[in-house]
């Protein structure tokens, strides 16, 4: 019996064969399903590879923008390398080269090159990729010096150091474990790398980053732990790769997808910075580019929740969930000692709280017992945050009228969100509550380049029916993304309509949502909405300040005529009476606090550890500090 030969298709919008007899190829099939309406009649697909042509001493390697239209730019190739790279899909990325091998982004000239070394471009043309051009630059070297006393008590204890700024405020999250050998060398492991965010003078942000990243001996560093996605906790991790890390990248799979958008904009941000701060003179240099997030998540190595991995002969891991954000974990790490005990290490990262659980994202585990806890302590006050699951769900709801209200009375709202977690989360309570509601005549506009990328992450990470939700939440036709600078300005100056406004970041400093104050605060009828934690330093915080008259905006001053709503239940962090809880089901000689602001921490410790003596818990409590920022395990 023949086969029965398969029909194929013409797409309706394009002409391309298909084999679906809906009359679209699936390019514009999932455009209709998301937009409602085709985008382009281009036949071409992400996908597809790049069309090229043969010179006379060289390939020229045409390339294409989101619209699958040809660009301006094209590449130089050798034409010894066309076989190398033909069946490739080439993509500009910012100021790189990048393409898809085996689910790795790889750049260009390190493909062609066959290293994972830095290349400089020797005219300085990312599009010029012959060989003649590309030179491979040497990875640093460089020496650590040895800061511990190590006594004779100490000889064969695992040494754990605080080198971030984590161990005296909340940002700049960064732990080094060196681990003793029995020829007297250590084995070193990082746990994340976070960029620190104070909200001061560029300038000196960066120094403050520089420091971190200067403490870290990368060269000598054989595993980095990823524990979950907020800039705070993998905002410098790039930096590992110019400094000579060519050690492994250990990570979940969740969190490693989630990675890659959030460095390129960390990237992105830090060379704007720089250009920034070096135009009033200073000549200081990245501490790391886009091509150097690449070369970092080449060496990232994914494994499963739950389970006990071993890496080596001495280091065997743990990541089970810290309830955060999607994809955050809290790391467990089993290290045998050159005695031959083996050391249960703890740390939680950043923990989430039962009171405001966020879509997608599953409970905390407890971890029962360790030789040694690193707990978070960001809200380190009984009377800081929130106390109950009852005031959370209270303000969700009045939220909800407060919405409607604002709208009916023909006020638009600028919706201040951080586009890693928070974006997602708002977007499911718009959805959630106002989906049924036939009188919701209203746009929300989607506003924000690395949330709207992050979006499109969550339908890759997310699986069953939580994926089926959130593709019927980004469906929604009140969603409204914007995906170019053109139609954010257009959306910001249009004072006609009634409308929600979701933009990054959070704190209104940075990105898209600057285009936003701007149009709308000095208008009595906008609201902004203020939905998480306002540094000191930022736009946010002038906004919070009721004393606040004139708020500085990119070196311009704006009169604040718009109407403020704070929330106060929308943070991810576990609070502090939850933390007492969580801490007082450890069995554990020690528990550091750490990522924690100074003010209330001592008296949190002592509260913690009378409320663990209570419960019967011996646990002796420390307040991570720059002066108290090594232990011995």
């Excluded at 050798?78 to 393409?99: H, P, T």
């Excluded at 909340?170 to 050998?181: E, K, N, R």
């Excluded at 966020?358 to 409970?363: I, L």
């Amino acid at each position: 019996m023949s086969k029965r030969k398969k029909k194929n298709y013409m797409c309706k919008i394009c002409g391309r064969e298909t084999g679906h007899s809906d009359g679209y190829c699936s390019k514009h099939f999932n455009q209709i399903n998301q937009y409602g309406f085709a985008l382009d009649d281009n036949p071409r697909r992400s996908t597809d590879s790049n069309e090229y042509e043969i010179r006379e001493e060289y390939i020229e390697i045409y390339l294409y923008d989101f619209m699958e239209e040809r660009i301006e730019e094209t590449i130089k190739i050798d034409i010894e390398d066309l076989e190398l790279i033909e069946d490739i899909r080439w993509d500009k990325k910012q100021n790189c080269i990048v393409g898809n091998v085996k689910g790795k982004n790889v750049l260009l000239p390190n493909y062609i090159l066959g290293v994972d070394n830095k290349i400089e471009y020797l005219n300085g043309n990312i599009y010029d990729n012959r060989k003649e051009n590309l030179k491979i630059v040497e990875k640093r070297n460089k020496k650590s010096k040895n800061p511990y006393v190590i006594s004779k008590k100490n000889k064969n204890k695992i040494i754990v150091e605080i080198v971030g700024k984590n161990r005296h405020q909340v940002t700049g999250s960064a732990t080094l474990i060196s681990i003793p050998l029995k020829d007297g060398k250590y084995k070193k492991l990082l746990i994340e790398l976070g960029g620190n965010q104070t909200n001061k003078d560029l300038y000196t942000e960066y120094l403050y980053n520089k420091e971190i990243v200067d403490s870290i001996p990368h060269n000598e560093i054989e595993y980095t732990f990823v524990l979950h996605n907020h800039f705070d906790h993998v905002g410098n991790l790039p930096s590992l790769i110019p400094n000579g890390f060519d050690g492994k990248l250990i990570s979940n799979e969740a969190n490693a997808k989630l990675l890659t958008p959030i460095l390129l904009d960390g990237a992105f941000i830090m060379t704007k910075n720089v250009r920034a701060i070096n135009s009033k003179k200073h000549n200081i240099e990245p501490l790391y580019t886009e091509e150097d997030v690449y070369l970092l998540m080449n060496k990232c190595e994914t494994y499963s929740m739950n389970e006990i991995h071993k890496l080596d002969d001495v280091v065997s891991f743990q990541f089970v969930n810290a309830g955060h954000i999607l994809g955050s974990c809290q790391l467990i790490l089993y290290i045998k000692t050159p005695t031959g005990q083996v050391k249960k290490l703890h740390f939680t990262s950043d923990l989430g709280s039962v009171y405001n659980q966020q879509p997608f994202v599953p409970q905390k585990d407890i971890v029962a017992s360790s030789n040694f806890s690193m707990v978070e302590a960001t809200y380190n006050s009984l009377d800081r945050g929130f106390k109950s699951k009852k005031e959370c769900d209270k303000e969700r709801e009045e939220f909800k009228k407060f919405i409607l209200s604002e709208l009916k009375n023909k006020r638009s709202i600028l919706l201040g969100v951080f586009a890693q977690a928070r974006q997602q989360t708002m977007m499911e309570f718009l959805y959630r509550n106002f989906k049924d509601d036939k009188d919701f005549n209203y746009n929300i506009y989607v506003d924000g380049v690395l949330g709207l990328n992050l979006n499109n992450v969550y339908l890759q990470v997310l699986e069953g029916e939580d994926k089926k939700y959130w593709q019927e939440i980004m469906s929604w036709s009140k969603f409204q993304y914007i995906g170019s600078y053109e139609k954010s300005m257009e959306v910001a100056c249009n004072k006609n309509e009634v409308k929600i406004i979701l933009s990054s970041s959070g704190m209104f400093s940075n990105g898209r949502i600057i285009n936003h104050v701007k149009a709308m605060i000095e208008n009595p009828n906008c609201t902004f909405v203020l939905a998480g934690y306002q540094g000191e330093g930022t736009v946010g915080h002038e906004l919070q300040r009721v004393e606040t008259t004139e708020v500085k905006v990119e070196g311009m001053y704006y009169r604040k005529k718009c109407k403020i709503y704070q929330m106060s239940t929308w943070s991810s962090h576990i609070q502090a009476q939850e933390n007492i809880n969580y801490m007082a089901q450890i069995k554990t000689p020690l528990i550091v606090l750490n990522h924690s602001d100074e003010e209330n921490k001592y008296q949190f410790r002592d509260i913690v550890e009378e409320q663990l003596r209570s419960k019967n818990n011996s646990a002796k409590v420390v307040v991570a500090s720059d002066k108290n920022n090594i232990f011995f395990v």
